[in-house]
């Protein structure tokens, strides 16, 4: 059986984010101000939902691994905007990074999101 390639992701401070999943590169460049919005509002109703799955099973212990449909749904549009890949993750959830489902991280990519804002003409102004 080959090795599998290491998972990881990469916030720059630029904004961009680099995944690894499965082996497959993602590079996902800063989304545009109404892409930010749509994926903040997203994730807004993520933790919304949350809260309300929370509340129903009050100190019930979650696995690192509980990948919501909402989760991966989210990081399938995200990898498909953002880094414009039509396959975004593999379909197996065992091949899936534990840090997928992690709830700290959506606010870690919202703060890289808005690190450099969008300067004249669409481009960061860090550029």
Same mark, same amino acid.
Request: no cysteine; proline share 6%.
């Given at each position: 059986m080959p090795a599998r390639a290491a998972d990881?992701? =990469?916030?720059q401070k630029s904004g961009e984010i680099r995944l690894?999943? +499965?082996?497959? =590169?993602?590079h996902l460049r800063r989304p545009k101000v109404g892409e &930010?919005?749509?994926l903040e509002e997203a994730v807004d109703e993520l933790a919304e939902q949350e809260r309300d799955e929370r509340a129903k099973a009050k100190a019930e212990a979650r696995t690192a691994r509980s990948y919501t449909p909402e989760i991966l749904a989210w990081w399938r549009s /995200?990898? /498909? %905007? &953002?880094?414009?890949? #039509? +396959?975004?993750?593999? @379909? +197996?959830? @065992?091949? %899936?990074? #534990?840090w997928l489902a992690n709830p700290t991280l959506l606010g870690d990519l919202r703060v890289a999101w808005r690190t450099v804002p969008w300067g004249p003409g669409g481009r960061p102004t860090n550029q």
């Open positions: 990881e992701i =990469n916030i690894i999943i +499965d082996g497959e =590169n993602y &930010l919005r749509e /995200v990898i /498909v %905007l &953002l880094a414009k890949k #039509s +396959d975004a993750l593999p @379909d +197996d959830d @065992d091949d %899936l990074p #534990s």
